[in-house]
């Protein structure tokens, strides 16, 4: 079993930055890979960012691509996501994920864990 708990979530004005973390349990951490998705009210869920389990490969939808950052420390058990220059389009609950199989990336499908989310606001 693996628990996923996000945090760093808050309100911000257009233009600022966050980092949100996720603290992972679980031995088999290093193994995974790891993403970050976001749900805006009334939308549905939708990929932000995944990270594979040595952290050389990265993925990102154009809407994010040069704004958002994923890192990962398999020492911590802890993937982050840098989020700069925000808009209000992205305010939502961002939530981090974990695959123990290789899959699609981008899809929520790919992912086995989940965790509770931590909401982003930003304001214009």
């Known amino acids: 079993q693996v628990q996923l708990v996000e945090s760093g979530g808050g309100l911000v004005q257009a233009g600022g930055s966050l980092r949100l973390s996720c603290a992972a349990s679980?031995?088999?951490?290093?193994?995974?890979?790891m993403g970050w998705f976001r749900q805006a009210p009334g939308k549905d869920r939708e990929f932000v960012a995944a990270?594979?389990?040595?952290?050389?490969?990265?993925w990102y939808p154009d809407s994010v691509k040069g704004r958002f950052t994923i890192s990962r420390d398999n020492a911590k058990n802890t993937v982050y996501l840098q989020m700069s220059t925000l808009k209000p389009e992205d305010t939502a609950v961002y939530y981090c994920?974990?695959?123990?199989?290789?899959?699609?990336?981008?899809?929520?499908?790919?992912?086995?864990?989940w965790g509770q989310g931590t909401q982003v606001t930003v304001s214009s």
């Open positions: 990270i594979r389990w040595r952290g050389t490969s990265t």
């Open positions: 679980g031995r088999t951490f290093s193994s995974y890979t």
């Open positions: 994920a974990a695959a123990i199989q290789w899959g699609n990336p981008s899809s929520l499908y790919a992912y086995d864990y």
